[in-house]
């Protein structure tokens, strides 16, 4: 198991997403993995929001938790389906409660969701809030080491994360990947094209091959064929696959700080355990 200490861990920023609870049973397992997680002292939580704005009101309600239960957290935001009335009002109420930080995307629209408004591109939104808002939010921006599926290609995916950062993004979360090349090649690629901003991995721990393989398919994450092989291999055996998963997420995250990334987000999926055991394989409750 990997023990070394890793990056250069006064610098770097650590920060775990969650998806907003639907229940009340999941609100309170939230509030529980909250509290695990707030004690390896993450730089701030995240917490996503539904395509087309499905989870508004959810996702304002666990941000508000977060907050008042005394953690940096920052909501994600797009138009999805929503007027600009409707997202200059919630931009609003974040600044007034205290909220500093947005993570600003396009967001995938359902099908079927119309709507003058379903089109937005995520640096459309990032200039809106820098024109209601001005410079109170630091604003986090997505990008993609392995590609937006719906890209035309590298470069016009490089050249439309530019605008993103032109119009005041602060700061980029990737999408997950099991390659570290993959992210490495970007970061250089982004440098080239003029990009400076940070660029934080996004991390995906492994606890379920069905799950994680359905989704990987649908957002253009690539699972390396042989840790595909790997889990594959370990059938319904989920005390193999967490054990698998942990080792090898471990060593890409290890890999990643060593190689100079500024940080790490996890996607949590709203768990703890394989969070923390990852965190502490890298030793970072020293930082
Ligand atoms: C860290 C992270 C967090 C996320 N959180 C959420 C969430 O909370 N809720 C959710 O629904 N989804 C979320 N997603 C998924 C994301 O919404 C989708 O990947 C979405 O399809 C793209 O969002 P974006 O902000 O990157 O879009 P954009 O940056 O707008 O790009 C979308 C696509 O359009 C292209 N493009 C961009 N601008 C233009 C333009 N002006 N003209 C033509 N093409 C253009 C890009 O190359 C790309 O292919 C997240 C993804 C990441 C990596």
């Known amino acids: 198991m990997i023990t070394t200490h890793t990056g250069n861990r006064d610098t770097s920023r650590f920060s775990f997403e969650f998806f907003p609870p639907k229940t009340e049973i999941g609100e309170q397992k939230l509030a529980e993995v909250h509290r695990e997680l707030a004690l390896l002292k993450p730089d701030f939580f995240s917490v996503t929001y539904g395509a087309g704005g499905s989870t508004r009101d959810g996702t304002r309600q666990a941000v508000m938790n977060i907050h008042q239960a005394g953690s940096a957290v920052a909501p994600h935001l797009s138009f999805g389906g929503s007027s600009e009335e409707d997202i200059r009002a919630l931009l609003n109420f974040y600044k007034d409660a205290g909220i500093s930080r947005l993570v600003a995307l396009r967001g995938d629209v359902p099908s079927g969701t119309g709507g003058a408004n379903s089109f937005y591109y995520a640096n459309e939104l990032i200039a809106f809030i820098r024109r209601e808002t001005g410079d ?8 993609y080491p392995e590609i937006h599926p719906k890209s035309e290609s590298y470069d016009s995916d ?3 994360f530019k605008q993103k950062v032109d ?3 602060n700061s980029a979360l990737t999408q997950y990947f099991y ?5 490495f090649y970007y970061v250089e690629s982004c440098q080239a094209a003029g990009i400076d901003i940070p660029i934080v991995p996004g991390i995906m721990p492994i606890s379920n091959y069905t799950n994680l393989a359905r989704f990987s398919s649908s957002c253009g994450a690539e699972i390396p064929r042989w840790m595909r092989q790997r889990l594959q291999g ?3 055996d989920a005390e193999s696959i967490r054990e698998f998963g942990i080792e090898t997420v471990s060593r890409l995250c290890e890999t990643l700080l060593q190689g100079g990334a500024p940080g790490l987000h996890f996607y949590t999926m709203n768990q703890a355990d394989t969070v923390r055991s990852i965190w502490q394989n890298l030793n970072l409750s020293e930082r």
Do not use: S, T
């Open 136 to 143: 109170h939010f630091h604003i986090e921006v997505a990008c």
């Open 158 to 160: 490089l050249f439309y």
């Open 179 to 183: 390659n570290p090349d993959a992210y």
């Open 167 to 169: 119009a005041g993004a």
């Open 234 to 236: 370990y059938g319904d």
